[in-house]
């Protein structure tokens, strides 16, 4: 789990979205053909990338992580909508 998630007081709410996303993404990768597996893994790697980006929003000395929670909520959220749209079509599509 990314460490981002753990961090604060909110980690039972971030491990939750984050088993969330994790059963959602399962789901769609069983859905789905083999190249709509192979699509939904690269486009699963690509919002990785996206997520960890959250972590450039840590400012102040000591460190201020508010606008990263924010961020990972807003992504965890989206990707959440996106993966359940794939289960419920039962197919991958960019």
């Known amino acids: 789990m990314p460490r981002l998630l753990r961090a604060g007081g909110s980690s039972d709410m971030g491990s939750f979205k984050y088993a969330?996303?994790?059963?959602?993404?399962?789901?769609?990768?069983?859905?789905?053909?083999?190249p709509d597996a192979d699509a939904l893994r690269a486009?699963?790697?690509?919002?990785?990338?996206?997520?960890?980006?959250?972590?450039?929003l840590i400012h102040g000395d000591p460190p201020v992580y508010v606008d990263v929670f924010a961020c990972l909520r807003e992504?965890?959220?989206?990707?959440?909508?996106?993966?359940?749209?794939?289960?419920?079509?039962?197919?991958f599509s960019k």
């Open 75 to 91: 992504q965890m959220t989206a990707r959440a909508a996106k993966l359940r749209a794939i289960v419920a079509a039962k197919q």
């Open 43 to 56: 486009d699963q790697r690509a919002w990785l990338k996206t997520r960890d980006d959250c972590g450039d």
């Open 20 to 34: 969330l996303l994790l059963a959602l993404a399962a789901a769609g990768l069983l859905a789905g053909s083999a």
